[in-house]
């Protein structure tokens, strides 16, 4: 039962565009979501988080969308850069799971120069 | 900073072994959590523990228990090693549950199970 799911393994993008990460949801608990960057051979990264009372939230070039009624949040890179090549985990958390995070199954995106 | 440390970066270990897997955090946090990670299936759960000597089942705790006698460090250990055991385990700590925490990760142990 995957609660959470990012249904694009892959995603490759040119230097300078946008990219956009989806993933989607299917437990309405969840009230908290994140977003994890990962480089080979290194531990996830916390990225950037957003609230179930807002729809937006910007940190510099990472953008997290979330809309509630179709359960999907996505993450918008702008503009991208070769640096941002890694895998990105989308995350959730609910008022009755506590400290415990869902992940997905994580999307690799790819940054070409 | 939040430094998260696991004892080895790589380990190969014959089928059968017992493994041993150490987790240490330095920012005095409550929670500490054990995912494997493999293509396609994202971070699993493990283990997770939210104080000393205190833990709790995963998603996938078959195979595994886990050991946490002091705040700081939370072991994983496969009592008799098999080979859909050879994954990446990733270590990960975070504060008392509030609305806004979020989990900080060690670098991971790539273990291969021979």
């Known amino acids: 039962d995957q609660q959470v799911k990012q249904n694009s393994p892959s995603l490759s993008v040119q230097e300078g565009r946008i990219s956009i990460l989806n993933c989607d949801y299917t437990n309405s608990m969840f009230d908290y979501f994140l977003w994890y960057k990962k480089y080979p051979a290194e531990g996830p990264t916390f990225l950037i988080s957003i609230s179930s009372i807002k729809d937006k939230n910007e940190d510099g070039r990472f953008t997290v969308f979330l809309n509630k009624s179709a359960k999907h949040l996505s993450l918008h890179i702008v503009p991208s850069q070769p640096g941002d090549s890694a895998v990105y985990f989308c995350a959730a958390k609910g008022e009755t799971s506590g400290s415990r995070l869902t992940f997905g199954e994580g999307t690799q995106l790819t940054v070409n120069p | 900073d939040v430094k998260v440390t696991q004892s080895s970066r790589y380990l190969v270990k014959r089928t059968g072994e017992k493994v041993f897997l150490e987790c240490v955090q330095d920012?005095?946090?409550?929670?500490m959590f054990w995912y494997r990670q493999d293509p396609g299936l994202g971070l699993r759960l493990i283990y997770f523990?939210?104080?000393?000597?205190?833990?709790e089942k995963g998603d996938i705790p078959e195979g595994y228990s886990v050991s946490r006698e002091k705040k700081e460090r939370f072991s994983l250990i496969l009592e008799s090693a098999s080979t859909n055991q050879t994954s990446m385990y990733l270590c990960?700590?975070?504060?008392?549950?509030?609305?806004?925490?979020?989990?900080?990760f060690g670098p991971g142990t790539r273990l291969t199970v021979l």
């Open positions: 920012m005095d946090h409550e929670n």
């Open positions: 990960a700590s975070s504060p008392w549950d509030r609305v806004t925490d979020t989990q900080y």
């Open positions: 523990s939210y104080d000393v000597k205190m833990k």
